[in-house]
């Protein structure tokens, strides 16, 4: 199970930070990923998060987000800084083996939270 916590409304120009907690299984050997899904389009991947520590980031959002991964603590960390409109949208924490993902993002098989909206006014 993933849960997500911290979206919300800002203005553009400011700053959130998302969280996912795992719980239930050990998400060493797995990576870990941002996803979102703006109104209108289909869903795409963020920011993600092999088991080596290394990450990868839409273009969209390079140079903006920071994403993190305490493997200690099954935890995920999306920092989002110099927010735009069009980063609305909501925001999933997944989770998958290598072996299933697509194009680089957990795929529909592996571990997905809910959700939580990030919602950015111009």
């Known amino acids: 199970q993933l849960v997500e916590t911290g979206g919300g409304s800002v203005e553009a120009g400011g700053s959130l930070t998302l969280s996912c907690q795992a719980f239930g299984y050990t998400s060493s050997r797995y990576y870990m990923a941002w996803l979102r899904q703006s109104p209108g389009k289909d869903r795409e991947g963020v920011a993600v998060?092999?088991?080596?520590?290394?990450?990868n980031y839409a273009d969209s959002v390079k140079g903006r987000f920071t994403v993190s991964r305490d493997y200690a603590k099954n935890s995920l960390t999306l920092q989002m800084n110099d927010l735009k409109p069009e980063d609305t949208g909501m925001y999933y924490c997944?989770?998958?083996?290598?072996?299933?993902?697509?194009?680089?993002?957990?795929?529909?098989?592996?571990?997905w939270g809910q959700g939580t909206q990030v919602t950015v006014s111009s």
């Open positions: 997944a989770a998958d083996r290598r072996g299933r993902l697509v194009n680089g993002y957990p795929g529909p098989q592996g571990y």
């Open positions: 998060v092999d088991y080596d520590g290394n990450s």
